[in-house]
């Protein structure tokens, strides 16, 4: 069961954004996601917006999924030329899911065609993928780095056989290796994302996840907490009783481990769940969001945000797609950031990057209130005196939420 979508205002049909998302669109990077809502087996605790069925129905098949997210391309292009936005070529394009490596490799390469017709695409440009590792092999992954892609992301998730059976993942932990070789051979940089806290995982079986990562030597790792989301096949299972969450103290102690052990590898935090070995192998397109610049969400259930104005798009692919066919927009609601809701969002994003927030950017409450995080651990006060930056300590980074609970003024 995938998370229902937000509330907000209706959004117009023809997707028609307010002439205020011109103002400083110069100073802001433009970046493409692409959402390929498919995926062979669904796992227990997924809450993503992603089916199994390789047929839907209405125009929602996974053989025509590339031409009907053709079409939002088309009509994303269409919108913001007619806004009066400035030309940019596309800075970062990450293709997410679901599991965008059940398509084709060519399908792929053409999705990304249709944004490199429709914007063109930066020189340095950042083009990712995430995968499965048993959704790949030698000649897709060449296949995509001929087309343009440069980087992906595995679900690698644990090393340890009874984690991913419990997490309902289908891959063998010994491919690995294999498929981080074989996508360094085709040319592309290599992340993994590894999840901690699931049911029965002690914490060697941890260490054995970090160590397995390491051994190929990736340059990008990202390790998640897991959560039992509502609604979920997993969140069944605890409600009655077959798996038993870790406590906070476990989680902690799994973070802490990740974070000697990644570090001690040469690899650094810049976010407060991503590590990379020096700034050229961050993840630029997740920077992006956290920056606040301005994106477009291709695909059922993609969220966009361009100059203040975010909108989400209608979930079932089957409602995606006949929109798109009738030459509506698929956006299902949206919202305008006020200047409060601004700065609160971005308070909550910049706290988490190693970069921290500049307290010139901070208001006068928000700066009176980090002595209370100096005073509890959860910020550096040498950063803060030397660099006048609020930048979290490890155990600020352990309770990130708490920390900007507290700067907003929330509580604790």
């Not at 990202?222 to 103290?249: C, F, H, I, K, N």
Request: hydrophobic residues 40%.
């Amino acid at each position: 069961m995938s998370p229902a979508l937000p509330d907000g205002d209706e959004a117009p049909d023809d997707g028609a954004l307010p002439s205020s998302v011109v103002a400083g669109a110069d100073g802001r990077a433009f970046g493409v996601y692409l959402h390929v809502p498919f995926c062979t087996v669904r796992c227990g605790y997924c809450d993503f917006n992603t089916y199994t069925s390789v047929e839907l129905g209405g125009g929602a098949s996974q053989a025509s999924y590339a031409s009907t997210a053709r079409r939002e391309v088309d009509l994303a292009a269409r919108v913001l030329r007619d806004a009066g936005l400035p030309a940019r070529p596309v800075s970062t394009v990450f293709v997410g899911g679901g599991t965008p490596t059940v398509l084709p490799a060519d399908d792929l390469v053409g999705m990304l065609a249709a944004v490199r017709d429709a914007w063109g695409l930066s020189d340095d440009v950042e083009v990712t993928t995430e995968a499965n590792p048993d959704s790949v092999t030698p000649d897709s992954l060449a296949a995509l780095a001929a087309g343009g892609f440069t980087r992906v992301s595995f679900g690698m998730q644990s090393a340890v056989g009874h984690v991913l059976r419990t997490l309902e993942r289908t891959h063998d932990p010994a491919r690995i290796p294999d498929v981080v070789r074989w996508a360094r051979e085709a040319g592309l940089d290599v992340s993994l994302d590894l999840i901690y806290g699931t049911p029965g995982e002690s914490l060697e079986d941890w260490r054995r996840s970090l160590e397995g990562a390491l051994a190929t030597g990736v340059d990008h790792v990202s390790a998640y907490a897991l959560v039992v989301e509502a609604g979920t096949r997993m969140a069944a299972q605890v409600r009655r009783g077959e798996l038993a969450l870790p406590d906070g103290d476990d989680q902690a102690a799994k973070y802490e481990l990740a974070d000697d052990l990644l570090t001690s590898a040469g690899l650094h935090w810049y976010e407060v769940s991503n590590w990379a070995r020096g700034a050229q192998h961050a993840c630029r397109h997740n920077l992006a969001y956290w920056r606040g610049d301005d994106w477009w969400g291709i695909g059922p259930g993609a969220h966009s945000h361009v100059g203040g104005v975010r909108w989400w798009n209608v979930k079932h692919p089957r409602a995606y797609a006949a929109r798109l066919e009738q030459g509506l927009s698929p956006a299902a609601g949206r919202e305008v950031l006020d200047d409060e809701a601004a700065a609160l969002e971005r308070l909550m994003l910049h706290v988490r990057l190693a970069g921290g927030m500049p307290l010139a950017e901070m208001t006068s409450d928000e700066r009176e209130r980090v002595a209370v995080l100096v005073a509890d651990g959860l910020v550096d006060g040498r950063v803060l005196l030397a660099e006048r930056r609020l930048v979290l300590t490890r155990r600020g980074r352990l309770l990130a939420d708490l920390a900007v609970r507290t700067l907003a003024g929330f509580g604790g």
